[in-house]
Structures are given as C-alpha cells and as structure tokens.
C-alpha cells in the first residue's frame, strides 16, 4: 500500500482540528474526511467516522495493521508539517513586503505635506 496522492483540503488555526485530508491509495482508492486533530500531547490522525445508533462514532475507514497506522500517520503528518510551514512562510514574506512597502509610502506623502506649507 502507497499513498500515491495526498490533499490538505482545509486548514484551521482555532480548536483542536487543524486539517481535513484526503488520500488515494496505489493510485487506486480514495479516502476523503481524514482529520489532523490536536491531542493532549500530539497531532493525531482520525480516520472518517460516523456515529451510529448508539451514539458511538465508528470509523468508516482504517487501517487493520500498526504499521498500517504508522505509515498513513506519518505520511500524513508530515505534509501537514509542510503545508503549515509553507503558509507561515508566506505569512512571513507578506509582512515583511508590508513593512518594506510603508516607508515608500511615507517618502511619497512627505512631499505633498511639504508643498501645503
């Protein structure tokens, strides 16, 4: 079994969950609703679930194997870890374009003043 696609389809900053994911297998099979959700003391990976009759949420798909789990965790994971890094690096280049931005701002107003005095 491989992941041979891996979709961050939505990112959320408040709360436990962080992201919605989907996945497709040996290019064949697709898992869509995973979630990244935030532990006690770790990211974890839930896998789609509904609740049933009882009210008790059963997972709709998983892996039969620990190392199963391991794998598509790890996978998963990971690429959360990268798609929120590349999202703070942008954060980071959009302020510092900002920042750059507002003295030019400042220079071209100066003038203007200077010509009303």
């Given amino acids: 079994m491989e992941i041979t696609d891996l979709k961050i389809r939505k990112m959320m900053a408040e709360g436990r969950l962080r992201a919605i994911v989907s996945i497709t297998l040996d ?4 898992v869509h609703d995973i979630k990244v959700v935030q532990g006690e003391n770790r990211l974890f990976v839930a896998m789609p679930s ?13 892996p039969i194997s620990a190392g199963a ?11 959360y ?25 400042a220079e071209a107003e100066a003038p203007a003043a200077d010509a009303a005095e």
């Fill in 50 to 62: 509904r609740k049933d009759e009882g009210g008790i949420f059963r997972d709709i798909v998983h």
């Fill in 81 to 105: 870890q990268e798609q929120l890094a590349l999202m703070q690096a942008e954060a980071e280049a959009e302020s510092d374009a900002q920042e750059v931005a507002e003295p030019e701002n």
């Fill in 27 to 30: 290019q064949m099979l697709a």
């Fill in 69 to 79: 789990r391991q794998y598509l965790e790890t996978q998963i994971l990971n690429a």
